[in-house]
């Protein structure tokens, strides 16, 4: 049973960091790519990050470049975005999904994906 589990959200202040989890299981992190997405109330989902299966190649959208890190840790089957300098922008459902390709375009049509972990970035 395929499942993705989000965890590591929460209410942080402009400027400060937080580090997402997004927990794996069903397959290994060698057999799809992970990307994150991430919908704030009323706007479309949008990509954030995503790492490759193959090469751990990784995208970013240019509003986190420089300032957010997708990682993966393949002993523990986890996929982590360190998030820093945050913004009230960055404000959102984040969610992590088992992506067929990861790139320009995002590959939003995708089988498995997390509930979602609720980041707030407000002072």
């Known amino acids: 049973q395929v499942q993705l589990v989000e965890s590591g959200g929460g209410l942080v202040q402009p400027g400060g960091s937080l580090r997402l989890s997004c927990a794996v299981s069903?397959?290994?992190?060698?057999?799809?790519?992970i990307t994150w997405f991430r919908q704030a109330p009323g706007k479309e989902r949008e990509g954030v990050a995503c790492i490759s299966a193959t090469d751990r190649s990784t995208y970013y959208a240019d509003s986190v470049k420089g300032r957010f890190t997708i990682s993966s840790d393949n002993a523990k089957n986890t996929v982590y975005l360190q998030m820093n300098s945050l913004k009230p922008e960055d404000t959102a459902v984040y969610y992590c999904?088992?992506?067929?390709?990861?790139?320009?375009?995002?590959?939003?049509?995708?089988?498995?994906w997390g509930q979602g972990t609720q980041v707030t970035v407000s002072s």
């Open positions: 999904a088992a992506a067929s390709f990861c790139g320009p375009g995002w590959s939003f049509e995708n089988d498995y």
């Open positions: 069903g397959f290994t992190l060698d057999v799809y790519d």
